[in-house]
Structures are given as C-alpha cells and as structure tokens.
C-alpha cells in the first residue's frame, strides 16, 4: 500500500481568539489576569530588554490601568512572554507561536501605535504580521545597540550638570521638542500637550538632568537627558541631546557621566539607554562613559 505523505500541521484559529498550535492553545490576557508578582518575576529576567514595560510593570499593583496594558501570552498555565500595548507596542520573549497570537489580538481590537520597539528579534518577527494592519512605517530602525552601566561612570562627571527645576521649564521644554523633532521627524506638540506634561512631570520627579549655560540671547540648555522608564531596578536614559552650537566639544560624555551618577545614586544601580547603529558619535560617547552593549533592539516608526 502506498503511504501518502503526512500534511505539516499548519496553525488554526479558534472561534474565541486563541491561536492552536500542536493541540495547546497560545492566547493572550491581560496581566491582572495572571498575577502581579508573576509577571514582575517574569519581566525582571532580563530588566534591561524589559526598560520600556518596567514601569508599568511596577504599577500593576495599583494602577488598573497598567492591568490592561501589559498582555501575557499563555499556552494552559504557561507564561510565555509579555508584551506592552500602550502608546508603543513592546513585545518580550514571546515565540513564534506567542508572536501570531499576539498580532491576532492586536488586529481583532483595532489598536494603534506610536512605534513597534523592544529586543530586535521580537521586533522584527511581529512586524509582518502587522504590517497590512498598522500600515506603511515612517521608518525602520533595525539595528539599535542596547547598551547599560552597573557601575560608576569611566570617566568624570561635568559638574554643571544638574537636576532639573520647574524654574527651567521656559527653556527645557523647547529643548525637549527640538530633541524630539530632531530625532524622529515631527514635532510632538502637533499631538496636543502631552508632551510638555510628560516633561513637566519628569521634572518633578527628579528624572530631568540638565546643563544651562548663559549664550548669546540669555539662558540656554547645553546639555539635557532624562529618565524616561524607571523599574525593575534599571533606568533607562532617554532624550540625550546636546545644543548644535555646542557640539564637538567633548560635552557629551561627561554629561553622561553625571547622568549615571545621578540615576545610581536616586534611582538604579542598572543604567541603559539604546541607540542607533548608525550613530557612531554617540556611541562612541556612551562607550567612554562606560557602558557597555548588552542586546539589540529595534524601532518601526508608525
């Protein structure tokens, strides 16, 4: 008798969402769902591929909001991996299977995103399967250097840097929107004023560093960073940006420094920050500082 070969299994999906994969069921729920403190031992793995969902993580205990926001792909009591469905899409350690489940959920409620971004290889794999759903990118950024410092910084610290104050707003925030503007394309005050709050807030809570010099209309930021994601025992340094008049004087990497210092002596003892490939200035400035690369990550755009 002749054997006909056997047909692959393929995956199918299930009325109720699930996708069915070698007879166990991948689905995706949200993370109040599954429990606070497993999913912050889950995350905390690896804290420095898990920066962006560090916070929210932190606040599933008491932010309802940060419930829903965090999903946790389970086959049966198995959690796979999480994601973070908030303004950005932030997928971690999910497998292929966790991947298509995801995607089926993300298309099945309509979201929108700012950006897909997070370790490279998730990135990447869960952006074909988006792709026709979230549309054309702005931009792929597909090889983003995940560096981070668990100790005092290689180098001295400029003494001028300093945390930021209220009193600094008037010329901190269009610093801010020309760091932004600079680095992704568009101004973030054409989406209302969330932006300055979220500097604002920064501010208050100690997360804004900042050197002012006086130039030659007054006042002006020569150097600023922030805090963007505090959790899980890392800060994650976000909006690095140094005043186009002022670079190519070595300002960058002592400001850095300060950084560093500023962020393990208030809030970490694990600094990290992630930047293009292609931005070897920078990098080079991150590495005399002392970090060193840890992962990849990557951006899409939206």
């Known amino acids: 008798m002749r054997e006909w070969p056997r047909r692959r299994s393929r995956p199918r999906r299930e009325r109720s969402g699930h996708l069915q994969l070698a007879g166990e069921p991948v689905s995706i729920v949200e993370a109040g769902v599954v429990g606070v403190e497993r999913v912050r031992a889950r995350a905390a793995v690896d804290p420095v591929a898990a920066a962006l969902l560090a916070e929210y993580v932190e606040a599933l ?15 049966s009591e198995e959690l796979l991996g999480l994601c973070l469905a908030a303004g950005n899409l932030v997928p971690l350690d999910l497998p292929p299977e966790g991947l298509e489940a995801l995607a089926e959920h993300v298309r099945r409620r309509g979201q929108r995103f700012s950006s897909l971004v997070g370790p490279a290889e998730q990135v990447l794999a869960l952006w074909p399967l988006l792709r026709r759903h979230l549309g054309p990118p702005r931009e792929v950024r597909s090889d983003q250097p995940s560096l981070m410092i668990d100790h005092d910084p290689a180098i001295g610290a400029d003494p001028r840097v300093r945390q930021s ?15 932004f503007t600079e680095e992704v394309g568009y101004s973030p005050l054409t989406a209302g004023g969330g932006y300055e709050r979220r500097i604002k807030a920064l501010v208050n809570q100690g997360r ?95």
Not at 165 to 179: G, K, Q, S
Not at 237 to 252: E, F, I
Not at 290 to 299: C, E, H, P
Request: net charge positive; aromatic share 8%.
């Open 61 to 75: 205990s008491h932010n309802v909001y940060s419930r829903a926001q965090v999903l946790c792909a389970m086959r």
């Open 165 to 179: 104050t209220p009193e600094d707003l008037d010329i901190l925030i269009p610093a801010c929107v020309a760091m």
């Open 208 to 302: 804004s560093l900042v050197r002012i010099d006086e130039g030659p209309r007054g006042r002006e930021v020569v150097f600023k960073a922030e805090l963007g994601t505090v959790g899980l025992g890392v800060a994650q340094v976000q909006g690095v940006w140094v005043h186009p008049r002022h670079r190519g004087r070595g300002l960058a990497a002592p400001g850095m420094a300060a950084v560093i210092h500023h962020a393990r002596a208030h809030f970490a003892p694990i600094v990290s920050l992630y930047v293009n490939s292609y931005n070897t200035s920078a990098l080079a400035t991150y590495h005399r500082a002392g970090f060193r690369q840890v992962g990849t990550f990557a951006t899409i755009l939206l």
